[in-house]
């Protein structure tokens, strides 16, 4: 063969390889079966070799962490739980009355969950001074988030569905 037909060989045979493995049809013959995670959400596992693993950095190539779908009912249980309600309004909905307390004034929740993705949301609740957003409604005079963390406070499964509800305030408006 010529070099260029050995070329062309070459990438047909990845791209069939590619297609079984998108496909979940297995290469007997390598480490790692499918050479590529699954797309978010699709319930497929990565199947990988611990050598294979540990030379790829310790993660599946193209590996990225992607947060649980959640549960958003549950999570405006939680909301309501929490009593977020007290410092961030979501228009559209009914909490619990609420007297206004300028001390605990966050920024509106109503059509945020368009403009961020779920792991920003979850920093912000276990970790707040993260990311510190200045001015009005984010910040305190000693310059931190006034947002309290939440580490502690919620167990995994709270805090994945407390970010699904975020995720479902997509209307409504938002002020930036």
């Known amino acids: 063969m010529r070099p260029r037909q050995v070329v062309v060989v070459m990438v047909a045979v990845a791209t069939i390889a590619a297609a079984a493995l998108a496909h979940g049809q297995h290469d007997h013959g390598s480490a790692m ?11 497929t596992p990565v199947r990988i070799s611990m050598d294979e693993l ?28 929490l009593e977020c309600y007290q410092c961030h309004e979501v228009k559209g909905e009914s909490f619990p009355p609420v007297t206004p ?4 004034h966050g ?12 792991e920003y949301f979850a920093e912000s609740i276990i970790n707040p001074n993260a990311v510190i957003v200045t001015g009005a409604g984010h910040t305190g005079p000693d310059g931190l988030s006034i947002m309290p963390d939440y580490r502690d406070s919620l167990t995994l499964a709270e805090t994945i569905d407390l970010v699904a509800y975020l995720r479902s305030l997509t209307g409504g408006g938002h002020a930036h």
């Open 33 to 43: 079966t499918p050479t590529t995670p699954p797309a978010a959400g699709a319930g």
């Open 54 to 81: 540990h030379r790829n950095g310790g993660v599946p190539p193209g590996w990225r962490f992607s947060w649980p779908a959640g549960d958003a009912a549950k999570g405006r249980a939680v909301f309501i739980k």
């Open 101 to 104: 307390d300028p001390t605990r």
């Open 107 to 118: 920024p509106g929740l109503s059509g945020m969950g368009g403009h961020h993705p779920a």
